[in-house]
């Protein structure tokens, strides 16, 4: 599976957009891109995942560059409950084998 | 709806002792089950996964083992624990097939090693 990359820390203020970014420029054209994330003392939440389009849910927004290089991922209006750490993640279609998880983007989000 | 469920939540173990972490989910049949671990400030490491009832496959040598005894249910074993088992623990599904289905985590076990 393709490597990632992610700064390792992002501050955001209550009720504005975080966007984190995600490098995976090795990605492949059968894997997919999955966003997690996880708070203190918790399991991994999944997110959101795509492949090449963009992609919205309730809880955010997904943005993948035309050549696949990187990612964004959105939070619309982040709140104090999304402070966590988040994990960009890439994955071959249909594999029954590992995520790997690399130490991903600590975000804080500021009252 | 899909439920997964771990336990103990917390576990305190003398070297030396033995280990089961248990795993089970509901909602679903013969999904795919994985165990990882998270060392203090660290990613997750894919210690095991298992695609039906008695088959494993494991990532990393090391002083632990998995077993399915039934389709629903994963457990981690091990014989003689080390301090450096000490770790946040794990369990994941998905559903079987092909597709791009995410994993959902259960809520872990932390466990020290004393």
């Known amino acids: 599976d393709a490597k990632t990359t992610q700064p390792p820390s992002m501050d955001c203020a209550e009720g504005r957009a975080a966007n984190l970014p995600c490098n995976h420029s090795t990605i492949s054209g059968n894997e997919y891109v999955y966003w997690y994330r996880q708070i203190h003392s918790q399991g991994p939440q999944y997110i959101i995942h795509g492949l090449k389009n963009n992609e919205t849910n309730e809880m955010a927004s997904l943005i993948i560059t035309e050549d696949r290089k990187s990612s964004t991922l959105i939070l619309p209006h982040a709140t104090l409950r999304d402070t966590a750490v988040y994990y960009c993640i890439v994955r071959v279609r249909g594999s029954a084998r590992q995520l790997t998880f690399g130490s991903g983007t600590q975000l804080t989000v500021l009252p | 709806s899909q439920t997964i469920h771990q336990w103990p939540a917390t576990l305190v173990q003398p070297v030396g002792s033995p280990l089961s972490l248990e795993c089970t989910v509901e909602?679903?049949?013969?999904?795919?089950l994985y165990w990882y671990r998270q060392a203090a400030g660290r990613g997750l490491q894919l210690l095991f996964y298992s695609v039906g009832i008695g088959q494993i496959s494991s990532e990393v040598p090391q002083n632990l083992s998995a077993s399915r005894p039934q389709d629903r249910q994963f457990i981690l074993s091990s014989k003689k624990l080390l301090l450096s088992d000490s770790g946040f623990y794990l369990c994941?599904?998905?559903?079987?097939?092909?597709?791009?289905?995410?994993?959902?985590f259960g809520d872990g076990t932390r466990l020290s090693i004393l």
């Open positions: 909602g679903t049949s013969n999904p795919n």
């Open positions: 994941a599904w998905t559903p079987q097939g092909p597709g791009n289905q995410p994993q959902h």
